[in-house]
């Protein structure tokens, strides 16, 4: 049973456009979420996250969106950039994010084209 | 200061034989989680270490061990391998201090013939 989804696993979208990146869940034990990037032979690297006592984060050109009732959050980057190209995990925890526990979708590459 | 590091980052085995594989968190560190990365499953947990102590389990088999030592350094052993254990195994640290991020290592590749 998965409980973090990410239903797209890949995106292409022009440079200067918006990326969005979407990303599902059914726990709802889960409050906080995260979004990690992975380059092709490196480790995750930590983007942003969001704690579920809010519904929205921003990080320079990255926010990310929570909707608790529809159990759906997303990561916008605005404006992409061809160094964004990457794969993109969304991940989930319980404990308020203490749990270093996290649950992973299976990703979703995207591609920014010059 | 010096990332995650894992040892080895590639390796061959064959079904039946066992392996380990090695963590070095960030200084500091006292958490090592180990995480498995498939193509068909995306990364799934395996287990976390804190202080010498294993705090949470995922789903594998008993195959799957692992244990940290008093300076953090984690090893991760998996026993009769079998072809579906071919995987990227990744390693991350964290401090425990609020809501906790993980910082992951390159990984190490493992390929079951």
């Known amino acids: 049973d998965q409980q973090v989804k990410q239903n797209s696993p890949s995106l292409s979208v022009q440079e200067g456009r918006i990326s969005i990146l979407n990303c599902d869940y059914t726990?709802?034990?889960?409050?906080?979420f995260l979004w990690y990037k992975k380059y092709p032979a490196e480790g995750p690297t930590f983007l942003i996250s969001?704690?579920?006592?809010?519904d929205k984060n921003e990080d320079g050109r990255f926010t990310v969106f929570l909707n608790k009732s529809a159990k759906h959050l997303s990561l916008h980057i605005v404006p992409s950039q061809p160094g964004d190209s990457a794969v993109y995990f969304c991940?989930?925890?319980?404990?308020?994010?203490?749990?270093?526990?996290?649950?992973f979708g299976k990703g979703t590459l995207l591609t920014v084209n010059p | 200061k010096a990332g995650v590091t894992q040892t080895p980052r590639y390796l061959i085995k064959t079904r039946g034989q066992q392996v380990t594989l090695s963590c070095s968190p960030i200084?500091?560190?006292?958490?090592v989680s180990w995480y498995q990365q498939t193509p068909g499953q995306g990364l799934q947990f395996l287990f976390e270490?804190?202080?010498?102590?294993?705090?949470n389990k995922g789903n594998f088999p008993g195959r799957f061990s692992g244990r940290q030592f008093s300076n953090s350094r984690s090893e991760m052993n998996v026993s009769t391998l079998e072809l579906g254990d071919s995987a990227l195994y990744l390693c991350?640290?964290?401090?425990?201090?609020?809501?906790?991020?993980?910082?992951f290592g390159a990984g190490s590749r493992l390929t079951v013939l």
């Open positions: 969001i704690s579920s006592i809010k």
């Open positions: 200084s500091g560190h006292r958490s």
């Open positions: 726990n709802s034990m889960f409050d906080y």
């Open positions: 991350a640290s964290g401090t425990q201090q609020g809501a906790n991020v993980l910082t």
């Open positions: 270490y804190f202080s010498e102590t294993q705090r």
């Open positions: 991940a989930a925890t319980d404990s308020g994010g203490s749990n270093y526990k996290l649950t």
